[in-house]
């Protein structure tokens, strides 16, 4: 079945510098990527995907990129503000089993 | 848009008890729901798939009798953890997908329910 690896586990930007989480994936069938936010005691809220006929996906201070080939996706977020301070997931779909298997998710921590 | 509302937020009930989770997609309907669990700090480990009109699938190691799950509706999934005991206290959160588009189309979590089994 799909892994999904997430890098790193914790990370701490002070405002305004950007943050850039990393996730690798095995299997090359799978062709959606999205990424989740959660805060405390919340679920988790997409923030952007990107499916894989694409390189690239931006969203105001939010980005996304996939390299099919190495199997690799990262998000991007440019200007980071204090209320970015969540737990951030992402998570790969092949389609055929329409399951999501997500990484292990990274604490980011913006301080002032 | 792509609103799920998930119903209790938090229960807190005695070791034996039998608890139902509601999971509702508001503003448009969901053919496939699924059901997470999360223990502290840890990711999110999916125990099963609810599909409209038909049995759930669930996840290897996941009881399908002690975790029922019914979605008799294209807006409703419940989740009923039956006889609960306190290794069964988590959080656990449901998601739903839009019926119409990609066959990958997102997944839209509602806000979790905290159970404590005392």
């Known amino acids: 079945g799909e892994n999904v690896e997430q890098h790193p586990s914790t990370l701490s930007v002070q405002e305004g510098d950007s943050a850039v989480i990393k996730c690798t994936y095995s299997?090359?069938?799978?062709?959606?990527f999205p990424w989740y936010k959660q805060e405390l005691g919340k679920g988790p809220q997409l923030i952007i995907d990107?499916?894989?006929?694409?390189g690239e996906k931006k969203d105001q201070r939010i980005a996304v990129t996939l390299n099919k080939t190495a199997k690799h996706f990262s998000l991007h977020i440019t200007e980071t503000q204090p209320e970015d301070s969540a737990v951030y997931f992402c998570a790969a779909d092949t389609g055929t089993a329409s399951k999501l298997t997500f990484g292990t998710g990274t604490r980011l921590q913006v301080t002032l | 848009g792509a609103v799920v509302s998930q119903h209790p937020s938090r229960v807190i009930c005695k070791s034996g008890t039998s608890v139902k989770i509601e999971c509702r997609s508001l503003d448009f309907q969901a053919t496939t729901m699924f059901w997470y669990r999360q223990f502290p700090k840890q990711s999110l480990m999916l125990m099963a798939t609810s599909n409209e009109g038909s049995k759930a699938t669930y996840e290897q190691g996941v009881e399908k009798d002690k975790f029922l799950i019914n979605h008799a509706s294209l807006t409703l999934s419940t989740l009923t953890v039956t006889s609960a005991h306190p290794e069964d206290s988590s959080f656990y959160i449901c998601?739903?997908?839009?019926?119409?588009?990609?066959?990958?189309?997102?997944?839209?979590f509602g806000d979790g329910t905290r159970l404590s089994i005392l």
């Open positions: 990107i499916r894989s006929n694409v």
């Open positions: 998601s739903a997908r839009d019926r119409e588009g990609y066959s990958n189309q997102p997944q839209h």
């Open positions: 299997d090359s069938a799978s062709n959606y």
